[in-house]
């Protein structure tokens, strides 16, 4: 979503999340009430069409929401980006025999187009995978509160704690030195 609002973002790849009918169902994919309110309804589709005409790779799947990505939501986006005479800068990555991941299938075809659109020279990076004796190190899972952007609202997480222990202390300290 930062893409449709910051020129800054040259290149978008937004990965089994782009659909018509779907919205997401956990805070990562459907984040504050943006899709409907008293005012509005949208969609992932109509969001991301927001994009045009920057390049874009939709990646999608057979065995998740996005299964249905190459007959509906991209040639909507290829229309959105004629508008703008850049029907170029739009693609798909259909991988329908795969499920609802960011692996290394879907994580090549972002590499690819995002070198493509960026004049970056992939066969050197791959090349360099390729002559790396070092395996890469293991990933580091966070906690839930770490990833928070406002820890200290959730009770869960020590920032809460370490606050709701200062606001207690403060409640029972007496005013003005009075009991």
Partial sequence: MLAQWDSRVVVS???VMVSAHFFGGCACESGRPIHRTADCF????EIAALMAPRPMLIISDGKDWTTYVPDVEYPFLQKVYAF???T???ANAHLATEGHDYGPSKRAAMYRFVAEHL???LAAVQDAQARST???PPSKLEKRCALLTSPG???ECPAWRRRHRRRTAEVSEPLNGKA
Wanted: no cysteine; hydrophobic share 30%.
């Fill in 153 to 155: 609202l959730y009770p």
């Fill in 134 to 136: 070092n395996p890469k």
């Fill in 42 to 45: 949208a969609n992932n589709t």
């Fill in 88 to 90: 170029a800068n739009v």
């Fill in 13 to 15: 790849v937004p990965v």
């Fill in 84 to 86: 703008y005479e850049r």
């Fill in 119 to 121: 004049k970056l020279n």
